[in-house]
């Protein structure tokens, strides 16, 4: 996968992550055997997340975010994963649930060595979200206004409208 992604391949990268996914799967561990668990959910892990980067490039939403939720599964401490969510949460149009992703990444970031990058991450992406609630809402408004001014509302209108038997 990272190979096709690499030259720019990335639905081949996705197809490649989906394989491995699925191959891991199969694979069984003891409970006999923690340490080669956590070798395993570590290789699960950056697979979905991969697959989750791969899956938003392509716009297949519902994917990213079902890894995404998948590789938090596995590490609900991962910033990546949070904004991976993030990501495939603003492309489904559920704006609202993006700030909880934003917010457990800066819960996350405390103490880190790489909490400014983090923190201009999820900023540029709350000011992402931000400028198309407010492009929607400006968008709202002008329908309704158009339709008040097209008398949509009116009593005039429904007068107006033949009543179908």
């Not at 890894?67 to 603003?90: G, N, P, S, T």
């Not at 407010?134 to 158009?146: G, I, K, P, T, Y």
């Amino acid at each position: 996968g990272v190979f096709e992604w690499e030259k720019g391949h990335h639905d081949e990268a996705l197809k490649a992550w989906r394989l491995g996914c699925e191959s891991l799967e199969r694979i069984r561990v003891p409970s006999t055997h923690p340490e080669e668990q956590r070798a395993l959910d570590e290789v699960k892990l950056a697979l979905l997340k991969n697959r989750a980067q791969a899956a938003i490039k392509a716009l297949s939403w519902n994917e990213a975010l079902e890894c995404a939720d998948d590789a938090l599964r596995i590490d609900d401490q991962d910033h990546k994963a949070w904004f991976r969510k993030a990501c495939a949460l603003e492309g489904l149009g559920k704006l609202e649930e993006v700030e909880n992703c934003l917010e457990m990444i800066d819960s996350i970031a405390v103490g880190r060595l790489d909490r400014d990058r983090l923190e201009k991450e999820t900023t540029a992406k709350r000011e992402t979200v931000r400028a198309i609630l407010e492009r929607d809402e400006a968008s709202q408004q002008r329908m309704f206004q158009l339709g008040l001014d097209e008398g949509l509302f009116s009593e005039e209108r429904n007068r107006a409208t033949p009543q179908v038997k």
